[in-house]
């Protein structure tokens, strides 16, 4: 097809799906499109598409999929589109286009990969683009402001410090260096047991979110308002002991985006606690057996690799290599982004360089890799590992299906295409279903460490990207 999209496409209102993929359509997109308010797939990926992207699109409630890559699209991002409450899909890759990139609606959980190749786009860094420059006009004002703030701030914590300086000296015959002492200690003070029962309301269980391995998991709010989770550890467990010391020993040498943080810890005869970062989306179990949750076949792999991003570290980056042993959904949170953090390292092995084996039999990096491929099929086809009777398994069932029937194999919740893009979908899933394969295999001559799959995982993002 040559040629442009004229005004009239506003009378076809009853089109539902509509792609004009691998065209020669050029000029703009008229804004009379916003009147197709029953489209729910739009695709117009490789053409020659110029001008912008109509703000009246704002107006089309219903669209769930909007692919606009591969075109000569100006112009900046309208906000608007962060009010589609039903888009699940938007790809804008290898256009023209500039300005700041909306963080709301949809744009919360996009990952930065379906920005690249524009001319000038900014905003977060989260999207992997430079930030926004601010206006002369808006940086002086900014600075006064800053100016005036850190004054404020100074007469604030000055003003009633010499005070209170004084009052101690006119009282007690005090010297300066003591309360120096005074501050330095309450800068030192920890998250007290008290105000961890207050922040649960004495670990209600209203306040309850999960359970660990070896405890409970409890929301909590502290009084400076910041919001937390407490894995408080089931004394009664001797396992629990031995758990709550090597969570502390690993947690101290780690560092990674993907793996929780842990804020402090908390323990006395009978209590012990880990604090760690509150992850509001909660696990990735949830949102795989849930039927009020939904992950398409990016936000699947996207997690999936950050999960082998965080063994990559564990394996091959630690000073101490470090050895998860539990492995499964309910371990894997999601932050506000979708971004995934590995938890629950309570029966964790710290290997060093010359040891082969853990204190408890045959351990090693394999152990992860192979838990890893487990969870990878089990992501992809929503069926769990302990659900097939007798001799059969999650791997062998799909071993027998792959590749040829690949279809009846993956969630049907993840293929949201039809036609050619569909095929496409399916061997970006039979790729993924032959790296997970590759990690359960039982001959170690197959076998292949985490740097390994998170860069075949990486290719497999980008050919998904292009589909």
């Given at each position: 097809?040559?040629?442009?999209?004229?005004?009239?496409?506003?009378?076809?209102?009853?089109?539902?799906?509509?792609?004009?993929?691998?065209?020669?359509?050029?000029?703009?997109?008229?804004?009379?499109?916003?009147?197709?308010?029953?489209?729910?797939?739009?695709?117009?990926?490789?053409?020659?598409?110029?001008?912008?992207?109509?703000?009246?699109?704002?107006?089309?409630?219903?669209?769930?999929?909007?692919?606009?890559?591969?075109?000569?699209?100006?112009?900046?991002?309208?906000?608007?589109?962060?009010?589609?409450?039903?888009?699940?899909?938007?790809?804008?890759?290898?256009?023209?286009?500039?300005?700041?990139?909306?963080?709301?609606?949809?744009?919360?959980?996009?990952?930065?990969?379906?920005?690249?190749?524009?001319?000038?786009?900014?905003?977060?860094?989260?999207?992997?683009?430079?930030?926004?420059?601010?206006?002369?006009?808006?940086?002086?004002?900014?600075?006064?402001?800053?100016?005036?703030?850190?004054?404020?701030?100074?007469?604030?914590?000055?003003?009633?410090?010499t005070l209170v300086l004084l009052w101690i000296r006119y009282r007690r015959g005090k010297s300066v260096p003591?309360?120096?002492?005074?501050?330095?200690?309450?800068?030192?003070?920890?998250?007290?047991?008290?105000?961890?029962?207050?922040?649960?309301?004495?670990?209600?269980?209203?306040?309850?979110?999960?359970?660990?391995?070896?405890?409970?998991?409890?929301?909590?709010?502290?009084?400076?308002?910041?919001?937390?989770?407490?894995?408080?550890?089931?004394?009664?467990?001797?396992?629990?002991?031995?758990?709550?010391?090597?969570?502390?020993?690993?947690?101290?040498?780690?560092?990674?985006?993907?793996?929780?943080?842990?804020?402090?810890?908390?323990?006395?005869?009978?209590?012990?606690?880990?604090?760690?970062?509150?992850?509001?989306?909660?696990?990735?179990?949830?949102?795989?057996?849930?039927?009020?949750?939904?992950?398409?076949?990016?936000?699947?792999?996207?997690?999936?690799?950050?999960?082998?991003?965080a063994f990559e570290y564990l394996h091959h980056r630690c000073s101490s290599v470090v050895i998860h042993c539990?492995?499964?959904?309910?371990?894997?949170?999601?932050?506000?982004?979708?971004?995934?953090?590995?938890?629950?390292?309570?029966?964790?092995?710290?290997?060093?360089?010359?040891?082969?084996?853990?204190?408890?039999?045959?351990?090693?990096?394999?152990?992860?890799?192979?838990?890893?491929?487990?969870?990878?099929?089990?992501?992809?086809?929503?069926?769990?590992?302990?659900?097939?009777?007798?001799?059969?398994?999650?791997?062998?069932?799909?071993?027998?299906?792959?590749?040829?029937?690949?279809?009846?194999?993956?969630?049907?919740?993840?293929?949201?295409?039809?036609g050619n893009r569909l095929q496409k979908e399916l061997d970006v899933v039979a790729s993924i279903m032959k790296?997970?394969?590759?990690?359960?295999?039982?001959?170690?001559?197959?076998?292949?460490?985490?740097?390994?799959?998170?860069?075949?995982?990486?290719?497999?993002?980008?050919?998904?990207?292009?589909?």
């Amino acid at each position: 097809m040559v040629g442009s999209l004229p005004p009239e496409i506003e009378n076809l209102k009853a089109v539902t799906q509509m792609d004009l993929s691998m065209n020669q359509l050029s000029n703009e997109i008229p804004r009379e499109i916003g009147g197709l308010q029953n489209l729910a797939y739009l695709y117009l990926r490789h053409n020659k598409v110029q001008g912008t992207i109509p703000d009246s699109m704002r107006n089309m409630v219903v669209l769930e999929f909007l692919d606009l890559s591969h075109n000569n699209i100006s112009g900046i991002i309208p906000k608007s589109l962060e009010k589609l409450q039903n888009l699940k899909y938007f790809n804008i890759y290898v256009n023209k286009l500039y300005g700041e990139i909306p963080m709301g609606g949809l744009f919360k959980n996009l990952s930065s990969q379906i920005f690249i190749y524009n001319e000038a786009l900014c905003g977060s860094s989260r999207f992997s683009v430079p930030p926004c420059p601010i206006s002369s006009k808006h940086r002086s004002n900014r600075n006064k402001l800053l100016v005036l703030l850190l004054l404020l701030a100074i007469a604030v914590v000055f003003v009633p410090m010499t005070l209170v300086l004084l009052w101690i000296r006119y009282r007690r015959g005090k010297s300066v260096p003591q309360q120096a002492d005074l501050l330095s200690t309450i800068a030192r003070e920890r998250i007290s047991y008290y105000e961890l029962l207050r922040a649960t309301n004495a670990l209600s269980e209203s306040n309850m979110i999960g359970s660990g391995s070896f405890g409970s998991v409890y929301k909590g709010i502290l009084r400076s308002g910041t919001t937390i989770a407490i894995t408080v550890f089931n004394l009664l467990l001797n396992a629990a002991f031995k758990s709550f010391d090597t969570e502390c020993e690993v947690l101290c040498i780690l560092r990674h985006r993907n793996l929780i943080k842990v804020i402090t810890s908390c323990s006395n005869l009978n209590f012990k606690d880990l604090v760690l970062e509150y992850m509001p989306n909660g696990s990735l179990e949830k949102y795989l057996y849930l039927h009020n949750y939904f992950l398409d076949i990016r936000q699947r792999l996207s997690i999936m690799i950050d999960v082998a991003c965080a063994f990559e570290y564990l394996h091959h980056r630690c000073s101490s290599v470090v050895i998860h042993c539990d492995l499964k959904p309910s371990n894997v949170l999601l932050d506000e982004d979708m971004v995934a953090h590995l938890r629950d390292l309570g029966i964790s092995k710290l290997l060093g360089d010359d040891e082969k084996y853990g204190l408890d039999g045959l351990v090693s990096t394999k152990c992860d890799v192979y838990s890893y491929g487990i969870m990878l099929l089990e992501t992809f086809t929503t069926r769990k590992p302990n659900e097939f009777e007798g001799d059969h398994s999650l791997k062998q069932w799909v071993s027998y299906l792959f590749p040829e029937a690949v279809i009846d194999v993956v969630d049907a919740n993840v293929l949201t295409s039809t036609g050619n893009r569909l095929q496409k979908e399916l061997d970006v899933v039979a790729s993924i279903m032959k790296v997970a394969l590759d990690c359960c295999a039982e001959s170690p001559a197959r076998s292949t460490n985490m740097k390994d799959f998170v860069a075949m995982l990486q290719k497999i993002k980008i050919q998904l990207l292009e589909c």
